[in-house]
């Protein structure tokens, strides 16, 4: 017996021992590994699960490490820029032309000229159902080796935007995009180990077509755990820490060695209500729901202070900033009040509001991040004497709820950036699939048809204002505010930009270690 | 010679349980804080005199919710845990007792089938097929926890069955039954009881486990499992959110403790040596 | 001999088949569809064009079979499983057993030393606590124990990778399971698995100390240490059923843990495949879990029969009965 317990524990301390002198021998090494052949360490939630791009957010996470290129992108401002493509030219109302740039190939040597171009294209419109929105009103025709005519059943459609989304990332249709010997892309970056939602390691592309980057290599992990994303930026065991939770700025503070870039996010957390219920039926209380949320606390509360209040559903899209506070310039817990009175909800001695005997009663569900928000929505109505619950759990609770039509409230975040009518037409149309609560205005769906048919620009931006003005008062929804973004970036690491879809814009051609910060 | 030194855990553990009991039940006259209400400027105050635990992300009294939290949290773990001492202790006895027969076999089989279950996949049908109410969170709970207990006492059973006092009983004629309940139980209700004791502490926690798939307390109903599980994202900025609840925890699972090593020498009456 | 070993793979056949069955069932009738979550939620523009999506969820849904009856896809899983095959992912469209075989190596590099930390502690403190039971040793030990077994694991997990990983900065995070990356998870495991332990050790040697044949031998003058050593031995057969039950809890891996030290192991992997109502991978992950509990059993049976030697001794009795 004595015997068997002195060899468990001498196994035990053996291992406990070369366990700690192995990572002493790690921190020595990576303190002498300082030139300039530095990798970069690039941490995330989620990293890619698949390497083929029509996959749902493969190509969003192969884009942000510069692997996959679409014909444009979105630069920080909001503007949209050639990028494999070298320009776009609208011909007609129905007809754009896009000049490809000559001489620029795939990795594996293959010229993308149109009729690749094309082929990609109509990969992904035939195997991604989330490219669908972006293609589906376009078809292309090669005019010749670098030129496509693309042809639009919709009048003046932004054409080069929706080939800017991650989506349409162009890759060669005819490789095997299931291994990273056979996967076949343009950008800087190639792929030369992938372990599936664990490890993604990246190395120069020598043939690349645009500025060549400085760093020759990249690490792209997952590390699921927020808070320790943050304890490996603090450590400097990663450069760039994405999806850094709002609870942690505060570790953040003073550091000399970590910075925070926090961009404002193009979304809106908005709080779904179904029409259907009664109680919802009554646009007055819909309104009175939306006057009675203190955002600026709802900020304070559900996002650390991480953000600020948008009012209208547009509102966090850069090109409509006007619209952020519109609508519900204040919190007007007064007003609220009196709207309900109106609609006929009487407080009565329990402090909540009844109307022929049945209380006013709210079921928010909310899902991953959102608890504390709920919790402070919760709170506020429950003062206008609203008898406020909230559900904390999966998705699919929510899913299930919709199916079967037993629901109150949800919140979700859509993104705000993109083309007006899609976008709103896709929350505030009847059969808009983001149009969960089942909204169904006339004077609304009249807007969006004449947002479909407007021609000129600045008319449609104000279409696009009115549209917005129209649904915050009627309040389907109610918005509150972008959900933050925030990165933790070294110090040491110079040329990060910060951008509005950070997610899909980390890695580009500039950055660079500097010589006088290094862990 | 009953051994006296022993019934004082016994006593001390009451007596704990008691005062735990005393500050639970007396919360909305000890607490001047009202447990629910927020107030933003007052978020994550490091202790002091007015909040002696803090106040937590939404300004709340850590205090205040500590106690008005183990209500809830004391009756539906004390339920929990008592439902599955029960289920594992029985079927465990009748396992070890009937050891060769078909009835062994399939319990352990059962047992076997669940310990390799993904407890997520079983709260989340629950959660989802049943709604989300205290019951089904119970149900959830005990189908899974059982089982330790189960295997525990069936081991013991399987040892004790050798003691002579049973192969006398046995010969003497004693009905199984009678074995069952006046030999073998508290032979087993040792060891489960210590287990039990400890596992009090892991059971609250995964209780709150469970509010991730919307079992389990919702909010703002204080209660200490998602305290703590709310009290995470703040670990690194505000620790003492967290101290409330993990030492109510802690001085719950002493005072089980305690009390289930004074019953388990309550139930074995042999003298212990002394080295 | 042969009957034997025969009625025991008979026996966990049945239970494998048990298992696999009511899982099926179970997850099946979870609400969530997997083949949505495999489509992606739309975050970006609506797609709203719903009928092309519903047309594409249906013809995955015929691809996968899952259109077919819960009792006609169990009976082409386990067809699939006599191939020795696992099928793949819904969600990631890879082959389930090399996913399984990618992780589950992670888990039981942490489980083994877990383990071992664990029986050490257990063994040494609780004998410990039961020699001075009453006494401040044994107080000072409960305490520690108690304190342990109410913390969350996450306090712990948390502090002492900030501990390790930013104060003294020995310790790397990333997202592999090295051998240089594997002692201080381990080392937490084994701490948190030690209370339960240490308890039953002792809870167990006192109920041997009552045992008269301990004051015999102490009355006819052996030592201490001879007594104790026999006493441990008596004491160990409901320990090994508690060590093997945490051996189980650990290889099918330690959710929290494995999280906080973004270890690639088979707990995280399981519970996201249960999120995503990933069937193929939740069926795999249960039959190769309880494949291995009935191995950890059969192992424990063996050692029941090794240890005890009133089991051994009465030879009228084979393995069988201690399962």
């Known amino acids: 017996m004595k015997k068997f317990l002195f060899t468990v524990l001498v196994i035990g301390i053996v291992v406990i021992v070369l366990g700690c002198s192995n990572s002493d021998a790690m921190s020595t090494e990576t303190e002498n590994d300082n030139d300039e052949n530095q990798e970069l360490v690039i941490v995330g939630q989620e990293i890619a699960t698949s390497l083929d791009p029509v996959e749902p957010l493969t190509a969003s996470y192969l884009r942000s490490v510069g692997v996959a290129e679409a014909l444009f992108i979105v630069n920080s401002e909001g503007e949209v820029e050639p990028s494999l493509a070298k320009s776009a030219t609208e011909i007609d109302a129905t007809t754009w032309e896009i000049k490809l740039r000559p001489n620029i190939a795939f990795w594996s040597g293959k010229a993308i000229d149109a009729n690749a171009v094309i082929a990609s294209l109509e990969r992904s419109r035939s195997l991604d159902l989330q490219a669908l929105p972006f293609l589906d009103d376009l078809t292309f025709h090669e005019v010749d080796e670098y030129t496509i005519q693309v042809k639009t059943t919709r009048e003046h459609l932004n054409v080069p935007l929706n080939l800017s989304y991650y989506q349409t990332v162009i890759h060669n249709a005819e490789a095997k995009q299931d291994s990273i010997e056979t996967m076949d892309f343009s950008g800087m970056y190639k792929v030369v180990e992938f372990d599936s939602k664990q490890k993604m390691v990246l190395e120069l592309n020598e043939n690349y077509w645009g500025e060549k980057p400085k760093i020759n290599r990249i690490i792209h992990e997952e590390i699921s755990d927020g808070q320790t994303r943050v304890l490996s930026a603090l450590n400097g065991s990663s450069h760039v820490a994405l999806n850094i939770p709002v609870t942690s700025m505060d570790q953040f503070k003073d550091n000399k060695e970590v910075e925070i870039v926090a961009a404002p996010a193009a979304n809106t957390q908005t709080i779904y209500l179904n029409l259907n219920q009664p109680q919802f039926q009554d646009v007055r209380v819909r309104q009175a729901l939306s006057w009675a949320l203190d955002r600026e606390e709802l900020v304070l509360l559900g996002a650390e202070g991480q953000s600020t209040p948008v009012t209208t559903w547009l509102g966090s899209n850069p090109a409509f900033a006007e619209a952020k506070n519109a609508v519900y310039t204040k919190f007007d817990a007064e007003k609220a009040s009196q709207l309900l009175e109106e609609a006929g909800w009487v407080e009565e001695a329990d402090g909540i509001r009844y109307k022929d005997g049945n209380p006013l009663t709210l079921r928010l569900m909310t899902w991953g991040g959102d608890k504390a928000l709920g919790e402070t929505l919760q709170h506020q109505w429950t003062r206008i004497g609203v008898k406020a619950e909230v559900q904390h759990g999966d998705y699919s609770l929510i899913q299930t709820a919709r199916e079967s039509g037993e629901w109150d409230a949800s919140i979700e975040a859509w993104s705000t950036f993109g083309e007006p009518l899609s976008l709103l037409s896709g929350q505030f149309s009847p059969e808009g699939s983001g149009n969960y609560g089942g909204y169904n205005d006339e004077v609304t769906n009249e807007l969006l048809e004449q947002l479909a048919e407007a021609s000129d620009e600045e008319n449609r931006h104000q279409l696009a204002l009115k549209i917005n003005e129209r649904v915050a008062e009627q309040a389907p929804v109610i918005c509150l505010f972008p959900r933050p973004q925030i990165t933790a970036v070294s110090k040491s690491l110079n040329g990060f930009e910060e951008h509005f879809r950070q997610f899909e814009n980390v890695v580009n051609a500039n950055l660079l270690f500097s010589s006088s910060h290094s862990n | ?275 | 001999m042969y009957k034997i070993i025969l009625q025991k793979l008979l026996q966990a056949f049945i239970t494998l088949f048990c298992a696999t069955l009511v899982l099926f069932i179970l997850t099946h009738l979870a609400p969530g569809d997997p083949v949505k979550l495999r489509l992606g939620l739309p975050t970006e523009v609506a797609m709203s064009n719903t009928k092309v999506y519903e047309d594409r969820v249906n013809e995955l849904r015929s691809q996968l079979g899952l259109d077919q009856t819960i009792f006609v896809q169990y009976v082409r899983w386990v067809k699939q499983l006599l191939r020795f095959e696992l099928g793949n992912s819904i969600h990631t469209g890879r082959s389930v057993s090399s996913e399984i075989a990618a992780r589950l190596p992670a888990t039981i590099l942490l489980s083994i030393p877990a383990l071992l930390i664990q029986i050490v502690l257990g063994l040494l403190f609780g004998t410990i606590s039961a020699l001075k039971a009453g006494k401040t040793y044994d107080s000072v030990i409960r305490i520690i124990c108690v304190s342990l077994a109410s913390t969350p694991a996450f306090v712990l997990g948390l502090f002492l990778l900030w501990l390790f990983a930013v104060t003294f900065n020995v310790y790397e995070i990333s997202s592999e399971a090295s051998l240089k990356r594997m002692w201080l998870p381990s080392i937490l495991l084994g701490l948190l698995a030690a209370p339960q332990l240490i308890r039953i050790v002792r809870a167990n040697m006192l109920s041997e100390f009552g045992q008269i044949y301990v004051l015999a031998a102490l009355s006819r003058g052996f030592g201490t240490k001879r007594v104790v050593k026999h006493a441990l031995r008596n004491a160990l057969l409901p320990v090994i059923t508690v060590v093997a039950i945490s051996f189980t809890t650990l290889i099918s891996g330690a959710v929290v843990i494995e999280s906080i030290f973004s270890w690639p192991g088979i707990g995280k992997y399981a519970l996201d495949s249960v999120i995503l109502h990933d069937y193929p991978v939740i069926q795999g992950y249960a039959f190769i879990m309880v494949t291995l509990v009935i191995f950890i059993n059969l192992f424990v049976d063996l050692v029941y029969f090794l240890i005890d030697p009133r089991i051994r001794r009465k030879g009228e009795t084979g393995i069988e009965d201690y399962a």
Not at chain 2, 254 to 262: H, K, P, R, V
């Open chain 2, 1 to 275: 010679m009953h051994n006296s030194k022993y019934p004082i855990s016994l006593v001390c553990g009451i007596l704990l349980l008691f005062w735990i009991a005393i500050l639970i039940m007396g919360a909305p006259f000890l607490t001047p804080f009202d447990p629910l209400e927020q107030n933003s400027s007052l978020r994550l105050e490091k202790p002091s005199l007015t909040h002696p635990l803090g106040t937590d992300r939404y300004g709340r009294d850590v205090l205040s919710r500590t106690l008005h939290g183990g209500r809830t949290t004391l009756i539906s773990s004390v339920l929990a845990l008592s439902s599955t001492l029960f289920i594992g202790l029985i079927v465990g006895l009748v396992a070890g007792m009937y050891h060769r027969s078909i009835i062994d076999t399939i319990l352990m089989r059962v047992i076997d089938v669940l310990l390799a279950f993904p407890f997520m996949v079983l709260a989340m049908v629950i959660a989802t097929l049943f709604g989300t109410s205290f019951i089904h969170l119970l149900i959830a709970v005990v189908s899974v926890w059982w089982i330790s207990f189960a295997r525990l006492t069936r081991s013991v059973v399987l040892q004790a069955k050798n003691d002579t006092s049973i192969a006398a009983a046995t010969v003497l004629g004693a009905k199984r039954y009678v074995i069952m309940f006046q030999e073998l139980l508290p032979k087993a209700v040792g060891p489960v009881l210590v287990l039990a004791t400890f596992e009090l502490g892991s059971l609250i926690l995964s209780i709150s486990a469970l509010s991730f798939l919307g079992l389990g307390s919702q909010p703002p109903t204080p209660e200490w499992g998602s305290m703590l599980a709310d009290g995470r994202d703040h670990f690194f900025q505000a620790p003492h959110i967290l101290l409330g609840p993990t030492l109510f925890i802690m001085l719950t699972v002493l005072a089980f403790n305690l009390i289930g090593e004074g019953l388990r020498d309550w139930f074995d009456p042999n003298e212990i040596t002394k080295f």
